[in-house]
Each structure stands twice: as structure tokens, then as C-alpha cells.
């Protein structure tokens, strides 16, 4: 295979591997909160009545739609599933969990079953010993997202199938670790935010190119093409940090619907302007414009995982710092590799064109699906 081919295949690989999650399940999160009284402890914890339905079955008649009724004729099984998957211990001895209630609530995602707990530990906590397995054998991009409380005190952490068992301090409330935290977060979610790859990636395939005289034409250095991405990510990185970070203070607040239907909107916008070029010149304004709605989707995100107050300033900045680190990783895969076939007709027709058709239809069904509930993508 000739070099340039290659290429145009590693690249061609690349954006599938981005854009075919857009068919798949979004990954999923739930949320834990464990307080830690004298030799107790008390939880809450919220999982995905989407992801209970997956993994033990929750609609009986089939319809696609859960009831009430069909949820709590589950009970029994949500908690046996749950506490199966979740183990709790201090100082090598376990700490007995049992749900003590068992609610709804509604998240920016969907609606979750809230799961009260208590754990008797029988005696002083000082270092909480958490095994988490909730639906990794059936999704391994699950994460869990923990809120340990002691004193006044918050510290968090995160469970991947790479990090189930993690034996957590709870006076440990330091500002660097969760900083840490917050900043791998930040790189997953960007990197399972496909939206929001979507959007970067329509902006940046013509990056390498021209459009001149009615046409795309290479652009004749790398310097060139660079400067170009480095304005789009520069733009959308500064308007999704402002809007991230009124959103999370609580200074600025937009319905759920309306912010993920805006980010549909702004993917197919902008994989529309590369088959018919409206604002090709102006694609880091457009960058900024739309990156300040992205801002209030990485919010929703960075919300349900909750800040500690005794290290918000770090974790915020923490989570930013990741989502950029993502975005750094997937510019240095893609401009290197775009740069070497933009002469090639089907880096322009092929990657461009009909990679920005695919977008544009992949945006649209999301458009439907948000503004309307409804579900087009399995």
C-alpha cells in the first residue's frame, strides 16, 4: 500500500473510531455519597434506570418506556444487584451495607433510582476501604463517582474497572489529589463526549485546506494549517472555560434540553459548512460562538459529580485542564495525519465530504432525539 494511502486509512480509522460510538449506548455514571459518622455509614447512591434495565431488567411489558409500578415491582432486584457490586470495609473488617430506601430521581441525563444506604463498621472509621463493580462486566466505560463526607470534609474519587478497589482516607480532603482526580476526569469525558468531538473534528477537517474559486485546495504548509487549528481550539477552549465556569458556580443556569439541543445544532452546523462552505473564514468565531454552549454541556457533567467546597477553585480548574488535555491528544492524531493526504481526492471528497454528510445526519438525529425525547440511535 502506497505511504499515502496509508495514511488516508490510519486517518479514515480514526474518525470512525470518534464518530461510531455516536450509534452506541452513552457511556454511563452514577453517583455515590458515603458520610462518615462514628462507627457508620450512610449513603446515597444514583444509577441509571437505563443501565438497571440493561443489566437485570426492569421493563416488563417491553414498550421501551418504564413505569413507576414496573420499578418498584423491581425493588428487591435493583438492591440485591446493587449491593452485590458495591463492598464496603475498615481496618480489614467489612462494613455490612443494606438499602434502606429507595427512591427516583431526575439527573441531566435521565432518570436514576436513588438507593439510600447504611454500612455498620463497628468501630471508628479512619480509612474506608470501597470495592466497586457496578456494571463493568457489561459496560466497561462505566464510571463511578464517590463523595466521601467526614466531618465537614469532602473528598471524591472515581471507579473504573482499572481502579475498582481504592482504599480512601476519610480526613484525607487534600486539594493536589482531587485536583488529580478532577483532571482525569476531565480527559475522559471529553473523550467520550462524542458531540463534542464532533464538533471539533467538523472544525478542524478543513483546517489542511483552502477553499478557493469554488474548490478546496492543500494548503501549501503545515505552519498555515496549524495556525488555523491552533485559533479554533484556542476560541473553543476560552468560550467553553467561560461557560463552565459560571455554570458551575451556580452564576448562569440553562434548561438541560435546550443546552444538549444546542450542541446537536452546533455539530450539524458546523459538518454542513464543510459541504457548503457559509462561514469558512470565520470558523473561529464560530468555534467561540458554539464553544459557550459546549461550556454548559461539560457543566452538566462536572455538576452531578458534585465539587467539594474545600477545593472547588482546584477541581474546576482541575476539570478543565483535562478536557484540554483530550483535546490536545485528539489535534496531535488528527492535524499530522490530515496534513500528509489533503491533496488526495478522497481526503476531500471522501473524509470531508461525506465524513461531514455522516456528521450532519449522526447531529440531526441527535437534534430529534434531545428536542423531542425520542430515541433514533440505538
Known sequence: MMPGLRTLWLLAAALLLAAAP????????????????????DGQWDIALRDLDMAIGLDQDGNGELTWSEVRARHDAIAAYALARLKLASGGAPCPLRVTEQLLDNHSDGTYAVLRLHADCGGAVSALEVDYRLLFDIDPQHKGLLQLRHAGQVSTAIFAPDSARQSLQVADASGWRQFGDYVRHGVWHIWIGFDHILFLLS???????????????????????????????????????????????GVVALPSRLVESAIAASVALAALNNVWPLFHGRRALVAFAFGLIHGFGFASVLLDLGLPKAALLLSLVGFNVGVELGQ??????????????RNTVLYRRGVLGLGSCVIVLVALAWLVERGMDVKLLA
Open 22 to 41: 455516536a450509534w452506541a449506548h452513552k457511556p454511563s455514571d452514577s453517583y455515590l455519597t458515603l458520610d462518615v459518622r462514628e462507627a457508620g455509614v
Open 203 to 249: 472544525l478542524l477537517l478543513p483546517a489542511v485546506l483552502v477553499y478557493r474559486d469554488q474548490r478546496w485546495e492543500g494548503r501549501t504548509t503545515f505552519r498555515a494549517a496549524a495556525i488555523d487549528v491552533l485559533k479554533i481550539v484556542t476560541a473553543f477552549t476560552l468560550a467553553h472555560s467561560i461557560t463552565l465556569t459560571l455554570a458551575t458556580l
Open 328 to 341: 490536545l491528544a485528539i489535534v496531535l492524531l488528527f492535524l499530522p495525519l490530515a496534513y500528509l493526504v
